[in-house]
């Protein structure tokens, strides 16, 4: 729940103070602690150097959680953020970070993943930027080993929870132990009815070993109940008795226990599908439990439910909920709607039943669980729901079931993770996954062959484009042979499978391969389907990758409008795929104007839909750089690139895909202002990494290294840039072909790199057969062909053939007037009997 505002006074100024995260509500019954309270806002707020953690540590039971709220609470007004941890799931943590980076101005987890919006959260964190008074609560921190790492050390302060006395060794500790007698009685005087006696509540206190979750529940049951002091001592005393002798629960204090033995008991009398509920409840994890969960499990979905009768009848269900809190046995979030049974009470509740009780409980959880979203995992607008049930996914072992419908749902959580950024996260489950199904199920199960699907695509978004190619290549092998070519999860692989080969720079192959995908999916989906949709769109690339702009335009403007109409449910993610798709196409057309129309469109879509920050967003606000630099407007463009530029290298890193391609835009449009120096700079850093992530043959490597020569012949280095221009063109001949976009831009820029040499004929030559070639690609009204004809204008009349060159000069300015417009760039340059140059900017593939 999140903390409401404070009345106090933020110690930052010039700001809006109180910006709290999600801490558990406050216990309004919270009794005695003042002196610990004291000694850890002592501790804590001391004025020391260098800001020090602060442990409270305990065994289970005594209220080291409900301290920690407490101290969030009361001294709020000394904060300007409060944010709760979960830290009991380690692999977790930092998605809990990561939900921190909206109210901190850095990028979300679903544009950046969890692990760099984790990351950024940490740095602005320990920087102090925007609030330097701060506090992070990590709850239940079992190892130091597990988190310490990601512990902030900054101006703000960071306090644990944990039963392990090692937190001593790594941070400033505080003891928290059971309650003093006079914490005890003066709780009890709260909790049990007025009538009892000083004394009682004293011999009671004795009784619990003053351990507040023990007295918690016995306040409880009395209240509920109405014994007696005396009632419930017998009662207490004949269950310690059971308890010891047959051994029960040994890690944890008697007590304890007892109490917690005695509550249920006596509740099972009263409501005995209330105890069905928390055992049911003690094979969730120890987060809260979304209220929603409990839902109706039919027959027909789990014959034979422990808690088909209770799910089934509301009225029951919520009475049940009701009398489990009125007994303390769990702590209920109205605000929320969810449930929480402390960790303790859980592993109680598990130790008292037999190893098939465990089973079928732990079956109800996993159904449960099951039923509890509607799949679309890729849809954002359930990524909250699935969040809820992710803490429960681990420690429900959900890997553990052979059900198909519970296999389902833990795919569609490691989807959902991998959708929403959490690439380590995905790959870390999906790796549990794979490894426990295939020891229960073998090689050839469907489930075991879907998870490695997942695993391959996960690979590629962490950019091991090989180990992913040779997984997806084995798997769909795999698949053929055992559930059949034309089989959902077979068609599934394979449609991914083409964007391997199109990493691989096989587009060709990529082409053939989509074509007979798409069939196929037609086939078995039928033309209106997301999936099929998807198919189309990637065969469009395929064509656009290869030059053919009129067949990708085709199919790209059928998928967009067939995934806008609705009925093919299409993702958000997906339409802007598509939309961003044909703005790229119409901008390689040579419509620069109409593209930057479409752009904006796709990416204020993208910034509604799925945040400025986004993967997705961020591609489409690059390809609108593109449009406007094509366009001329040139510092718009260079406004765009140096923003996208900028997260996508805080967002993935600089050996990134995304990275790159951002890059190569920002190098582009810095050129066209002039700034060669910074221009030249990045892209020879860029030129080094594209060989490691895409291999030296890659048409994507030889595209970069062609706008590195641009810049080194701007630059005066006219043999280094013809050098590098000739082995790029030979590179884009020896994969692409000579009648291709990207080869036909290389021998442009080589034939100015010539005449820059002063190699007049050999530029010309080359200069007649490129623009030959650019008229049949292109058409002859094409940017690129009339740029190619303006170069071939200024060789024709330095080789002194006059007449000619005024002809085609004559024609290509009159293009030149009508397709850009007089106010153009390149139509300024062209007037001025300059040459022109064109770049390269690689597509996402």
Same mark, same amino acid.
């Given at each position: 729940?999140?903390?409401?505002?404070?009345?106090?006074?933020?110690?930052?100024?010039?700001?809006?103070?109180?910006?709290?995260?999600?801490?558990?509500?406050?216990?309004?019954?919270?009794?005695?602690?003042?002196?610990?309270?004291?000694?850890?806002?002592?501790?804590?707020?001391?004025?020391? =150097?260098?800001?020090?953690?602060?442990? @409270?540590?305990?065994?289970?039971?005594?209220?080291?959680?409900?301290?920690?709220?407490?101290?969030?609470?009361?001294?709020?007004?000394?904060?300007?953020?409060?944010?709760?941890?979960? #830290?009991?799931?380690? *692999?977790?943590?930092?998605?809990?970070?990561?939900?921190?980076?909206?109210?901190?101005?850095?990028?979300?987890?679903?544009? *950046?993943?969890?692990?760099?919006?984790?990351?950024?959260?940490?740095?602005?964190?320990?920087?102090?930027?925007?609030?330097?008074? /701060?506090?992070?609560?990590?709850?239940?921190?079992?190892?130091?080993?597990?988190?310490?790492?990601?512990?902030?050390?900054?101006?703000?302060?960071?306090?644990?929870?944990?039963?392990?006395?090692?937190?001593?060794?790594?941070?400033?500790?505080?003891?928290?132990?059971?309650?003093?007698?006079?914490?005890?009685?003066?709780?009890?005087?709260?909790?049990?009815?007025?009538?009892?006696?000083?004394?009682?509540?004293?011999?009671?206190?004795?009784?619990?070993?003053?351990?507040?979750?023990?007295?918690?529940?016995?306040?409880?049951?009395?209240?509920?109940?109405?014994?007696?002091?005396?009632?419930?001592?017998?009662?207490?005393?004949?269950?310690?008795?059971?308890?010891?002798?047959?051994?029960?629960?040994?890690?944890?204090?008697?007590?304890?226990?007892?109490? /917690?033995?005695?509550?249920?008991?006596?509740?099972?009398?009263?409501?005995?599908?209330?105890?069905?509920?928390?055992?049911?409840?003690?094979?969730?994890?120890?987060?809260?439990?979304?209220?929603?969960?409990?839902?109706?499990?039919?027959?027909?979905?789990?014959?034979?439910?422990?808690?088909? #009768?209770?799910?089934?009848?509301?009225?029951?269900?919520?009475?049940?909920?009701?009398?489990? %809190?009125?007994?303390?046995?769990?702590?209920?979030?109205?605000?929320?709607?969810?449930?929480?049974?402390?960790?303790?009470?859980?592993?109680?509740?598990?130790? &008292?039943?037999?190893?098939?009780?465990?089973?079928?409980?732990?079956?109800?959880?996993?159904?449960?669980?099951? #039923?509890?979203?509607?799949?679309?995992?890729?849809?954002?607008?359930? /990524?909250?729901?699935?969040?809820?049930?992710?803490?429960?996914? =681990?420690?429900?072992?959900?890997?553990?079931?052979?059900?198909?419908?519970?296999?389902?749902?833990?795919?569609?959580?490691?989807?959902?993770?991998?959708?929403?950024?959490? !690439?380590?996260?995905?790959?870390?489950?999906?790796?549990?996954?794979?490894?426990?199904?295939?020891?229960?199920?073998?090689?050839?199960?469907?489930?075991?062959?879907?998870?490695?699907?997942?695993?391959?695509?996960?690979?590629?978004?962490? %950019?091991?484009?090989?180990?992913?190619?040779?997984?997806?290549?084995?798997?769909?092998?795999?698949?053929?042979?055992?559930?059949?070519?034309?089989?959902? &999860?077979?068609?599934?692989?394979?449609?991914?499978?083409?964007?391997?080969?199109?990493?691989?720079?096989?587009?060709?192959?990529?082409?053939?391969?989509?074509?007979?995908?798409?069939?196929?999916?037609?086939? @078995?989906?039928?033309?209106?389907?997301?999936?099929?949709?998807?198919? *189309?769109?990637?065969?469009?690339?395929?064509?656009?990758?290869?030059?053919?702009?009129?067949?990708?335009?085709? @199919?790209?403007?059928?998928? !967009?409008?067939?995934?806008?109409?609705?009925?093919?449910?299409?993702?958000?993610?997906?339409?802007?795929?598509?939309?961003?798709?044909?703005?790229?196409?119409?901008?390689?057309?040579?419509?620069?104007?109409?593209?930057?129309?479409?752009?904006?469109?796709? !990416?204020?879509?993208?910034?509604?839909?799925?945040?400025?920050?986004?993967?997705?967003?961020?591609?489409?606000?690059?390809?609108?750089?593109?449009?406007?630099?094509?366009?001329?407007?040139?510092?718009?463009?260079?406004?765009?690139?140096?923003?996208?530029?900028?997260?996508?290298?805080?967002?993935?890193?600089?050996?990134?895909?995304?990275?790159?391609?951002?890059?190569?835009?920002?190098?582009?449009?810095?050129?066209?202002?002039?700034?060669?120096?910074?221009?030249?700079?990045?892209?020879?850093?860029?030129?080094?990494?594209?060989?490691?992530?895409?291999?030296?043959?890659?048409?994507?490597?030889?595209?970069?290294? *062609?706008?590195?020569?641009?810049?080194?012949?701007?630059?005066?280095?006219?043999?280094?840039? =013809?050098?590098?221009?000739?082995?790029?063109?030979?590179?884009?001949?020896?994969?692409?072909?000579?009648?291709?976009?990207?080869?036909?831009?290389?021998?442009?820029?080589?034939?100015?790199?010539?005449?820059?040499?002063?190699?007049?004929?050999?530029?010309?030559? @080359?200069?007649?057969?490129?623009?030959?070639?650019?008229?049949?690609?292109?058409?002859?009204?094409?940017?690129?062909?009339?740029?190619?004809?303006?170069?071939?204008?200024?060789?024709?009349?330095?080789?002194?053939?006059?007449?000619?060159?005024?002809?085609?000069?004559?024609?290509?300015?009159?293009?030149?007037?009508?397709?850009?417009?007089?106010?153009?760039?390149?139509?300024?340059?062209?007037?001025?009997?300059?040459?022109?140059?064109?770049?390269?900017?690689?597509? #996402?593939?």
């Amino acid at each position: 729940m999140p903390i409401s505002q404070s009345s106090g006074s933020s110690r930052t100024t010039g700001r809006q103070p109180q910006i709290w995260g999600k801490v558990p509500q406050q216990n309004k019954n919270f009794t005695g602690r003042e002196d610990l309270l004291d000694k850890l806002h002592t501790g804590v707020t001391a004025e020391v =150097t260098a800001v020090v953690p602060h442990a @409270l540590h305990g065994f289970g039971g005594v209220g080291k959680t409900h301290v920690a709220i407490e101290y969030a609470y009361r001294f709020r007004h000394e904060y300007d953020l409060v944010w709760w941890i979960p #830290a009991d799931q380690p *692999m977790l943590v930092r998605s809990s970070l990561a939900a921190l980076a909206p109210h901190l101005g850095v990028p979300s987890s679903s544009s *950046m993943g969890v692990e760099d919006a984790s990351a950024a959260v940490l740095d602005a964190l320990r920087r102090g930027e925007p609030y330097s008074r /701060w506090l992070l609560v990590f709850d239940n921190a079992e190892q130091p080993e597990d988190i310490n790492e990601i512990i902030p050390r900054g101006p703000g302060h960071v306090l644990i929870t944990s039963r392990n006395h090692a937190w001593q060794s790594v941070v400033d500790t505080l003891p928290v132990d059971v309650f003093t007698r006079a914490e005890s009685i003066e709780f009890l005087s709260k909790r049990v009815p007025s009538s009892t006696s000083l004394d009682d509540r004293n011999r009671l206190a004795e009784e619990l070993g003053d351990l507040p979750l023990a007295l918690e529940q016995a306040g409880a049951l009395q209240t509920e109940t109405g014994m007696s002091v005396e009632q419930y001592l017998r009662l207490l005393r004949e269950q310690t008795a059971q308890l010891l002798g047959a051994n029960k629960a040994p890690d944890y204090p008697l007590s304890m226990t007892a109490a /917690w033995s005695l509550s249920v008991s006596q509740l099972k009398a009263k409501l005995p599908e209330a105890v069905q509920l928390l055992r049911c409840c003690a094979f969730f994890g120890p987060d809260p439990i979304p209220r929603d969960v409990f839902g109706v499990l039919t027959e027909e979905f789990a014959p034979g439910s422990r808690l088909g #009768a209770i799910l089934a009848d509301p009225i029951l269900l919520s009475k049940a909920i009701r009398e489990l %809190g009125r007994y303390a046995l769990v702590r209920i979030d109205s605000e929320n709607r969810t449930i929480q049974v402390h960790r303790l009470i859980q592993a109680l509740l598990r130790n &008292e039943l037999s190893d098939e009780e465990q089973a079928s409980f732990l079956h109800e959880v996993h159904l449960l669980l099951a #039923a509890a979203v509607p799949g679309l995992p890729d849809n954002n607008v359930l /990524w909250p729901r699935y969040a809820e049930l992710l803490t429960h996914v =681990t420690p429900a072992a959900v890997e553990v079931s052979q059900d198909p419908r519970v296999r389902a749902f833990a795919l569609d959580v490691v989807r959902y993770l991998y959708s929403s950024g959490g !690439y380590q996260s995905a790959r870390n489950l999906v790796g549990r996954l794979i490894e426990r199904w295939r020891a229960d199920s073998g090689d050839e199960d469907q489930h075991v062959l879907s998870a490695q699907r997942h695993f391959g695509i996960i690979l590629r978004e962490l %950019g091991d484009y090989r180990a992913s190619f040779e997984l997806n290549r084995e798997t769909l092998a795999h698949m053929r042979e055992v559930l059949g070519p034309d089989h959902e &999860e077979t068609l599934l692989i394979t449609n991914s499978h083409g964007g391997d080969l199109r990493m691989r720079g096989d587009f060709a192959a990529a082409l053939a391969h989509d074509e007979e995908s798409l069939r196929q999916h037609r086939t @078995l989906f039928g033309q209106k389907h997301r999936r099929t949709l998807r198919t *189309m769109n990637n065969l469009a690339l395929d064509y656009m990758l290869l030059g053919d702009y009129q067949k990708a335009s085709e @199919l790209q403007q059928t998928a !967009y409008t067939l995934q806008r109409s609705g009925d093919s449910k299409s993702s958000q993610q997906s339409i802007l795929t598509s939309w961003n798709g044909l703005a790229r196409i119409v901008r390689l057309r040579g419509e620069y104007s109409e593209a930057c129309d479409i752009g904006e469109d796709a !990416y204020d879509f993208s910034v509604q839909e799925l945040g400025a920050d986004h993967p997705r967003t961020l591609r489409a606000a690059k390809d609108l750089s593109i449009a406007k630099r094509r366009a001329g407007l040139i510092d718009e463009a260079f406004e765009i690139a140096q923003r996208t530029f900028e997260l996508e290298e805080r967002i993935f890193g600089r050996d990134h895909p995304d990275t790159l391609a951002a890059a190569l835009c920002l190098a582009n449009a810095q050129r066209t202002r002039g700034e060669v120096d910074e221009a030249l700079g990045l892209l020879r850093d860029t030129a080094a990494r594209y060989p490691r992530r895409y291999g030296d043959e890659h048409p994507f490597t030889f595209g970069c290294n *062609m706008n590195l020569a641009l810049l080194l012949r701007v630059n005066g280095d006219i043999e280094e840039a =013809t050098e590098l221009d000739l082995r790029s063109l030979e590179g884009f001949d020896r994969t692409l072909g000579r009648e291709h976009h990207y080869s036909l831009t290389c021998a442009i820029n080589l034939a100015s790199d010539l005449a820059a040499g002063g190699e007049v004929s050999p530029a010309g030559r @080359l200069g007649e057969e490129t623009l030959a070639q650019l008229r049949e690609l292109l058409g002859i009204d094409h940017p690129l062909t009339l740029a190619c004809a303006n170069n071939l204008v200024i060789d024709l009349r330095t080789r002194g053939a006059s007449a000619e060159a005024e002809t085609l000069r004559a024609d290509t300015f009159e293009r030149y007037r009508r397709v850009l417009g007089e106010e153009h760039p390149d139509t300024t340059v062209a007037l001025r009997g300059e040459r022109l140059d064109f770049d390269f900017d690689p597509p #996402a593939l």
